[in-house]
């Protein structure tokens, strides 16, 4: 497989934090178009990894490329302007809470766009409607919605300056059962209606059911290390023991 | 007793290297808040925000602290000064007092108290449910959207507050000293211009002006800090509170030997 085909890669990535090895020596791609699920439990290094993605935290050893840039070798500055090929949902959302729903989701389009009222106030109702919040919901304050909600304003705000790459922490916990597969399902039909132009979904989680309906590929961590990076059906035949003793939960 | 030694010892460089490793950190972002309060975009919204919050917001307290201020602070002097016979001297003793010390201390504790604990509990929330994440995912920079504006405001708020405390802290001197001690309103306001000068006044704002950047640094500063959940918030709100506190009335100390000297 040529590097064209990912969107993210970890070349030899070992992070140190003091004494303490993160991550070691870190080899995977992320495949362009495709949801890819981190999977692994508590402590595993998932949240670490992901922050390498972002820029957020630097490798001690090894690159990260994303996008065929090396982000460890960019600029603070610079870095600033490539994060803008992302959109992420956080584990609680993370919603500015002193602005509304509507101005949560307008807040990077007046950021970093030229567009006028008219046009944000399209492209936002837009959004709010393509995530299936109510136009009434929109002026409602993020106290005033309910975790669902708060999740779906989340994408919607991921997704308002077209990233290339979607990143969900934890997207589901708090969430109850039926819940969680409406924001799963919201995130696949997101995933595939924006597959077009290159875009790629990464998931991180503990949620072995959802992963396994939802994902293409699966990267299982363990203590830092890659254990496993396999297509769902493979992952589901897997030998390991660790991830047996993953699937029978 | 060899290893009761080692132990103090331990435990005192452990002391001292939390103590540097802090001073290491708070050097750390006061460097960056002034790397990016000079860098664009330049947020005037966010800064006008501030103005309103730390600057309007605080004018009815400043108000009622400063009123009662300058009149118990008349009633003290006439009680001692009557003993001398010097109680015409009311008006220029409290309002040098007001102009030099007191307009500027207490603005800067009743701010410290208001604006900076609230700047560490805003920030320390945003960050203890990642919004402070989430504006840095988008490639804005946290410093410069929420520490920046704050630490400005507070700069620039804290020399009107002042001068504000100083005029109806000598209204509150004036009412006392003219209507209820009974001295002559023209020789009350005769004896000031005799024996205050601008620099009295350039002292004072220059104190406040001061005491609002240090509020501003400290208050956004145990904000950033805040680790954990609730009690991370109260924890860095509180620190905001009592760090404010005793920065201003230590820096007091220094700035009014140095500004003596030079005014």
């Not at chain 1, 919901?137 to 991921?158: N, W």
């Not at chain 1, 039926?178 to 990464?202: A, E, K, W």
């Not at chain 2, 730390?54 to 008349?74: E, H, P, Q």
Request: glycine share 10%; with cysteine.
């Amino acid at each position: 497989m040529t590097n064209d085909q990912y969107s993210i890669e970890f070349k030899n990535v070992t992070k140190k934090f003091g004494e303490t090895v993160v991550l070691k020596n870190v080899n995977f791609g992320i495949r362009k178009d495709k949801i890819t699920t981190v999977l692994g439990f508590s402590g595993a290094g998932k949240t670490t990894l992901m922050k390498h993605i972002l820029g957020l935290t630097m490798p001690t050893t090894g690159d990260v490329v994303v996008l065929g840039t090396i982000i460890n070798q960019i600029g603070e500055l610079e870095l600033r302007e490539f994060r803008r090929n992302f959109g992420m949902v956080f584990q609680y959302a993370a919603l500015f809470d002193f602005l509304t729903s509507f101005e949560n989701v307008a807040f990077p389009l007046r950021e970093f766009t030229k567009m006028n009222e008219a046009e944000i106030k399209e492209k936002v109702m837009g959004l709010l409607k393509s995530v299936g919040i109510a136009p009434e919901a929109a002026l409602r304050l993020p106290s005033e919605l309910s975790g669902g909600m708060r999740k779906r304003v989340g994408l919607a705000r991921g997704l308002a300056l077209d990233p290339h790459i979607m990143l969900y922490d934890e997207p589901t916990s708090g969430l109850d059962p039926i819940t969680t597969h409406m924001v799963y399902d919201l995130m696949r039909d997101t995933h595939y209606n924006n597959v077009d132009h290159g875009f790629t979904s990464v998931i991180i989680s503990h949620d072995i059911h959802a992963t396994l309906k939802y994902s293409d590929y699966i990267i299982f961590m363990e203590n830092g290390l890659v254990v496993e990076h396999l297509d769902v059906e493979s992952f589901k035949k897997s030998e390991n023991p660790v991830i047996r003793r993953f699937l029978e939960l | 007793m060899k290893q009761m030694v080692e132990r103090r010892i331990e435990i005192l460089g452990a002391n001292v290297l939390s103590l540097l490793t802090g001073l290491g950190d708070f050097t750390n972002f006061t460097m960056r808040t002034i790397f990016w309060t000079f860098k664009p975009p330049y947020r005037w919204k966010l800064l006008f925000d501030q103005l309103y919050f730390i600057g309007n917001k605080s004018i009815f307290i400043i108000f009622l602290t400063s009123s009662f201020t300058g009149a118990v602070f008349a009633f003290q002097i006439y009680v001692g000064m009557k003993v001398i016979n010097a109680d015409s001297f009311i008006g220029p003793i409290v309002t040098i007092a007001l102009a030099k010390e007191l307009a500027p201390v207490l603005s800067g504790l009743v701010v410290a108290g208001r604006c900076g604990a609230a700047m560490a509990a805003q920030i320390g929330s945003m960050k203890v449910t990642e919004q402070i994440d989430a504006l840095e995912v988008m490639g804005i920079n946290s410093y410069q959207y929420l520490a920046v504006p704050r630490i400005v405001g507070a700069t620039l708020s804290l020399p009107l507050l002042s001068a504000v405390f100083l005029m109806i802290g000598y209204g509150g001197a004036w009412l006392i000293g003219t209507k209820v001690i009974q001295i002559d309103e023209a020789i009350f306001a005769s004896k000031i211009s005799d024996f205050m000068d601008l620099g009295m006044v350039a002292e004072g704002l220059i104190k406040a002006t001061v005491f609002g950047y240090l509020i501003g640094i400290i208050g956004t500063y145990h904000g950033f800090g805040v680790e954990g959940g609730a009690e991370g918030v109260g924890k860095g709100t509180n620190m905001a509170v009592v760090w404010g506190m005793i920065t201003v009335l230590v820096v007091d100390f220094f700035l009014t030997s140095f500004l003596t000297k030079i005014l």
